[in-house]
């Protein structure tokens, strides 16, 4: 590390200076680095090619920083515009104080929130720092909204504390989240958490259809069955049901519209609050802006984060039968910063090439063609792939135990310089940038067909020139044509 002097700047001090073989070392002298062994290149690294500082090593990107990088890395959009770069340098100066301090760049910020991704069923809008306290604060919601229901129908306004949800969730690592979070040990054990009502989550299996649809039809219904002796167990005390469309750190579980409009009947039937946790599945990720929208659902509360670049809230329909909620009362919900300017900023021209460039509906098409290239390999692998599955660029694949699933998560990364995300117990996810290009994600699947005939026939695999990164194309826009899979 070096300390170079500043002393001709305004203000002047001393800055550290990190080259790119210090940056690991430096780092772990005072924080955990457990993450990739990648010094990403913030000048080199574009589109969905992350660049390794220190050797040049380019990395295929099909997990966009946990799919919160919905344009990829220096998105030439961005960099290429010289007026959008002004605003967010004049934003980056200052961290006003959103909730108590109106700006214009905030207001355009929510104006174009609500063109691009609002529902006029929601209308309220709330906006803090990440998913984990998006999610938060939607519970939060949910226990002002059902103690004030109880109350105006001569019940304990005590009541209302307890939230039901699935297992195999993962909702954050907050206070709140954290008792609605069960898929590794981990991640909750030691801390003290609540005692909530859990139910099985029904995943779909992959073709649905005979026997598999059978199963999931029953699963379905004792998961139902369950939630209704939670109801009846804890009268007046849950305030709402919390569910991912999609599960997605917990393997990338589907689950089928019927359940969650069956789930979403009972949370009316029972005066609770049906909520959606959007944070990994919205904005366009599945081919239309939220996942919910598919699956024939109408919640009452929608949690978001990731792609928008900051957390969040949208809420209405049963919401607004209370009339003092926490949307409408000062103080009840707030934040220092309220998801942070500089977010909004880049937040906003995000949008609006989302919007302009049609990304969504192009993430529908590019999705089904990787979904058919999975499923091709699934026929080609059949010991070792299945359950190939998929909504939009949102895709997985099982491997036959987590053990193998690791080791091909290894090898793509280390053998093929492709970097993909593992999920639940054994299934490896897709978690492209909605610019990516369909060679870009065509190589990501030879790669993974390279490995897994190396797990076969360990010869197969020789030292190679990766084609998946080095040959991977600039990003795309949704007006240049697409080659198949």
């Known amino acids: 590390m070096a300390v170079m002097s500043v002393a001709g700047r305004p203000g002047g001090g001393s800055r550290a200076r990190a080259e790119p073989a210090d940056v690991i070392p430096m780092l772990s002298r005072h924080v955990l680095t457990d993450g990739y062994d990648v010094v990403c290149d913030l000048t080199a690294s574009t589109g969905s090619t992350i660049v390794d500082a220190r050797t040049g090593t380019r990395y295929l990107d099909l997990y966009s920083f946990f799919a919160s990088a919905p344009l990829g890395i220096n998105p030439p959009a961005l960099l290429g515009d010289p ?72 019940r304990p306004a005590e009541l209302g504390g307890r939230v039901l949800h699935l297992r195999s969730a993962f909702h954050g690592r907050g206070g709140y989240t954290l008792s609605v979070t069960n898929t590794e040990p981990v991640k909750t054990a030691r801390f003290p958490v609540f005692d909530w009502p859990r139910v099985d989550c029904p995943a779909v299996t992959f073709p649905c259809t005979g026997a598999a649809l059978d199963a999931v039809v029953a699963a379905e219904r004792r998961a139902l069955a369950q939630a209704e002796e939670a109801f009846a167990r804890h009268r007046h005390d849950i305030a709402c049901f919390l569910a991912e469309p999609i599960q997605a750190e917990g393997g990338d579980n589907h689950l089928r519209g019927e359940f969650l409009r069956a789930m979403a009947a009972l949370c009316e039937r029972h005066d ?63 934040s220092t910063w309220g998801g942070g300017l500089v977010d909004m900023v880049r937040s906003r021209r995000m949008l609006e090439i989302m919007e ?80 990516i290009g369909a060679e870009e994600l065509a190589a990501g699947v030879r790669a993974l067909d390279r490995v897994l005939t190396h797990l076969v026939s360990p010869e197969s695999l020789v030292p190679a020139e990766p084609e998946a990164a080095e040959k991977a194309s600039p990003p795309v826009t949704a007006t240049q044509e697409k080659g198949p899979l």
């Open 356 to 435: 302009s460039e049609r990304l969504f509906d192009r993430a529908a098409v590019l999705g089904s063609d990787l979904l058919a290239g999975l499923e091709e390999l699934a026929r080609r692998h059949p010991r070792l792939l299945s359950n190939a599955r998929g909504r939009g660029l949102m895709c997985a694949v099982d491997l036959p135990d987590r053990a193998l699933r690791d080791e091909v998560v290894r090898l793509l990364r280390e053998r093929e310089h492709v970097l993909l995300l593992p999920a639940g117990e054994r299934a490896l996810r897709f978690r492209p940038a909605l610019t």
């Open 83 to 154: 007026e959008f770069l002004t605003e967010l340098a004049r934003a980056a100066v200052n961290k006003p104080a959103n909730p108590d301090m109106a700006t214009a760049a905030y207001a355009e910020f929510v104006e174009t929130f609500a063109r691009v991704l609002g529902d006029p069923e929601l209308p309220h809008l709330f906006f803090v720092e990440g998913g984990s306290a998006a999610v938060e604060n939607a519970l939060k919601c949910a226990f002002d909204w059902k103690s004030r229901h109880n109350e105006a129908h001569g």
């Open 272 to 334: 609770a609050l049906f909520v959606v946790d959007e944070v990994q599945t919205g904005v366009g990720l599945t081919g239309s802006a939220w996942a919910h929208t598919q699956l024939g659902l109408r919640p009452d509360v929608v949690a978001f984060g990731k792609k928008v670049q900051l957390g969040g809230v949208m809420a209405g329909r049963r919401v607004d039968e209370v009339a003092d909620n926490v949307f409408r009362l000062p103080g009840r919900i707030s």
